[in-house]
């Protein structure tokens, strides 16, 4: 359990989660924790639900705390760290989830000794089911840096990177979630169109994509294997992936990856 103070700047979906995911593991206690956000329901939402304590403003968060994730849209980041530069120092650790913005970005409007974390997470941290990429730069102690990784699996993976692959991860990670969630429902229409009620096609849909991904983690066998062992000769499944390949499945998912890596570099 940590004592130092933990400041969330932008209470969206992700800095809600992760906020959520301190406070219900105790790993950080909710009198510990500070937030700011530009919309006042929204932090009395917050308040009321986590009993954690409401900064003024992103100066006043930056002031009060040791350790401020910056969970804002890449449009208003800029705002953001100039607000802030001047409490960034010393001790303090920023951490960044803000996608498509590297720490050399960071680093234009903070001091050049400030130790900063960049984050990629996806949305399954929403649940703890995430995949969370960390780089670090600056002069972070290792107690430091494994301090906030400890904090950081409540939400999931943490994998540590170099910051060269976060555009990388992006396309495969953080953005993955929403062609997944697009497969998933694809394959519910189609159980639909052969006859199967919605709420039942969404559940198999759902279970199977899950189930599949847990054997792939689980036996470390290369997917084409684990595909292999679905294609009965002259059966159901290879004629379905003859017609997934027919159509450019694996060209379709590659080529968008690319295209939300390439977009993702120019954030």
């Not at 910056?70 to 980041?77: C, G, I, N, T, Y």
């Not at 970005?105 to 703890?128: C, E, Q, S, V």
């Not at 990388?168 to 229409?189: H, K, Q, R």
Request: glycine share 8%; aromatic share 6%; hydrophobic share 45%.
């Amino acid at each position: 359990m940590s004592d130092r103070k933990i400041g969330i700047i932008g209470c969206g979906n992700m800095g809600s989660a992760i906020l959520a995911s301190f406070v219900e593991s105790r790993k950080v206690l909710s009198y510990n924790i500070w937030v700011y956000d530009v919309s006042n329901e929204r932090l009395k939402t917050m308040k009321e639900k986590y009993d954690i304590n409401i900064a003024s403003n992103s100066v006043e968060l930056a002031e009060l705390c040791d350790e401020i994730i910056l969970a804002v849209k890449p449009d208003v980041v800029e705002k953001v760290l100039s607000e802030i530069s001047n409490k960034i120092s010393g001790s303090k650790i920023l951490i960044s989830i803000v996608a498509g913005k590297s720490i050399d970005y960071i680093k234009r409007f903070i001091k050049a000794d400030a130790k900063i974390i960049r984050l990629m997470p996806n949305t399954p941290a929403l649940i703890g089911q995430g995949v969370i990429a960390m780089t670090a730069e600056g002069p972070i102690e290792d107690d430091e840096f494994l301090h906030i990784k400890e904090l950081l699996t409540t939400l999931g993976l943490v994998v540590e990177v170099d910051e060269k692959y976060m555009d990388a991860i992006t396309g495969i990670s953080g953005s993955s979630p929403a062609y997944v969630f697009m497969f998933i429902e694809a394959l519910a229409d189609a159980g639909v169109y052969a006859g199967l009620p919605r709420d039942i096609s969404y559940q198999i849909a759902a279970q199977a994509v899950m189930g599949s991904a847990a054997l792939v983690l689980k036996t470390g066998k290369h997917p084409g294997v684990l595909k292999d062992m679905v294609c009965s000769p002259g059966g159901t499944t290879i004629e379905a992936v003859r017609e997934l390949e027919r159509n450019g499945f694996r060209s379709a998912v590659i080529e968008a990856v690319i295209s939300c890596v390439k977009k993702s570099k120019t954030l």
